[in-house]
């Protein structure tokens, strides 16, 4: 009952010091990412800069409990951003405590639909999408991010909504003569340490190597006023409670609620399932889902606002070692002791250097190997697979779940329109029997 309940509790009994020690290291790198990150997307959402912190904090603890992913970090994600500010900047006013419940009360309004939809066990859906579609919109979503992250590398900003403006900016950027040299040597530092650790050893903990560096150079050498950098965290933590907002405010934030619910069970469940695939693991779409509901429900609760998986820190977790959610727990209790004890920690942590670690990650979540072998199999899922990933760097991640899933709609049409047959004969050094089409070296067995 305990490991089905509290999936991370159960398997503790089983883990021995070196798992939980990867776990713990995997948490500390992961920290260097969820600050900024977490503070740039609260401010990105007309928030406060800590609202981001205390999100990642609630979403990391809850999923802790009750998410079944073993590595999936949750917290605020990009792709909710922008529905968050279109509700909560018009009625805040200006108000940063309001912002703050408005976002708040969302958070647990979308989390109640997503326990409400597990509950009704819809999360079927998910089975839609089949793994050419996966191994294509994982490669999009991996373009996205390196073409994203590469301008922080090279010191500079791009202001665009998708992969091709990215690129558009980026190739500008550089043609107007706006890299930072030292930005670039530090960033290409980190990345090269990322790299070149992850090569000699796995268990290295290459991450942490390389954000700690670039922090200690910057410290060092007095770079702070020349590069780009974290800056000190707020201090002070988070206030549990039910957000104190209107009857008629929760009447106007609910379609936007609903939105969210939809648009973060679409993101989160292609990439678990993809997570899943890539560690031979399976994940129960309807517990998810009902996790999913309790990470917004908490992080509204704690002052914080919608969060969903990451596709960004999740494969950041996973590049450095994580094995279980002990590592999403650590960052949540990282953060909670830089906002009480040291805020200015990370303060001289250079953000080349953060988009060095996401970068490396990005570079582990394509999938070269998964498209050949699309390829040497049936061509037909390739174009899918293709197709998918177009759409997402064309349109961008949410536009590209939804071509994914219509994409897969059709294709079960089609199977179902027309079933496969085959005829199957004895392949040498095989056992059982194989397709003819793909093995044209077959025996027939008569009869």
């Known amino acids: 009952m305990l490991a089905a309940a509290l999936p991370t509790i159960g398997r503790l009994g089983g883990c021995s010091l070196p798992w939980l020690r990867d776990d713990v290291v995997a948490g500390l790198a992961l920290t260097a990412v969820l600050v900024p990150v977490g503070m740039g997307y609260a401010e990105a959402a007309g928030l406060p800069a800590i609202a981001g912190l205390y999100a990642s904090i609630g979403a990391m603890v809850a999923y802790f409990l009750v998410g079944p992913s073993r590595i999936l970090v949750f917290g605020p994600d990009s792709s909710l951003l922008p529905l968050v500010a279109a509700a909560v900047v018009p009625l805040a006013g200006g108000d940063p405590v309001r912002s703050i419940a408005l ?8 989390g109640v639909m997503c326990l409400g939809a597990a509950l009704a066990r819809l999360g079927f859906v998910t089975d839609l999408l089949s793994r050419p579609i996966r191994v ?47 930005a670039v ?3 290409g530092l980190a990345l090269a340490v990322i790299l070149g650790l992850r090569l000699v050893s796995r268990r290295i903990p290459g991450v942490l190597v390389a954000v700690v560096l670039s922090g200690v150079i910057v410290a060092v050498f007095g770079l702070s006023d020349e590069l780009r950098v974290v800056g000190e965290v707020p201090r002070g933590l988070p206030a549990i409670g039910i957000p104190a907002v209107s009857w008629s405010d929760l009447a106007t934030l609910f379609p936007t609620a609903l939105g969210i619910a939809l648009i973060s069970f679409a993101d989160t469940s292609v990439i678990s399932r993809s997570f899943a695939a890539r560690r031979g693991e399976r994940v129960d779409a309807d517990r998810e889902l009902g996790a999913l509901g309790v990470v917004n429900v908490a992080a509204g609760l704690v002052g914080g606002f919608a969060s969903s998986g990451s596709a960004t820190r999740t494969p950041v977790a996973e590049a450095a070692g994580a094995r279980s959610q002990v590592t999403g727990l650590v960052g949540a209790l990282a953060i909670l002791v830089l906002l009480v004890v040291v805020p200015g920690l990370l303060a001289p ?5 953060l988009a060095a670690v996401v970068v490396s990650a990005a570079l582990s979540l394509l999938d070269v190997e998964g498209l050949r072998r699309l390829w040497q199999l049936r061509r037909s899922e390739l174009g899918l697979a293709v197709v998918a990933f177009l759409a997402v760097v064309l349109f961008g991640a949410l536009p590209g779940i939804g071509v994914a899933i219509g994409l897969s709609l059709l294709n079960f049409i089609r199977r179902a329109w027309r079933p496969h047959d085959a005829v199957l004969g004895r392949v040498a050094n095989y056992k059982g029997y194989h397709d003819v089409d793909r093995h044209p070296e077959a025996r027939l067995v008569p009869g």
């Open 136 to 182: 294509g919109y994982m490669n999009g979503i991996a373009l996205t991010i390196l073409v994203g992250q590469l301008p922080k590398l090279l010191g500079f900003s791009v202001n665009a909504s998708d992969v091709v403006g990215g690129v558009v900016g980026l190739v500008q950027g550089i043609a107007d003569g706006k890299t930072v040299p030292l």
């Open 349 to 353: 942590v250079p953000t080349a250097a």
């Open 185 to 187: 040597a530090v960033g």
């Open 103 to 110: 976002a708040g009360a969302i958070s647990i309004m979308a």
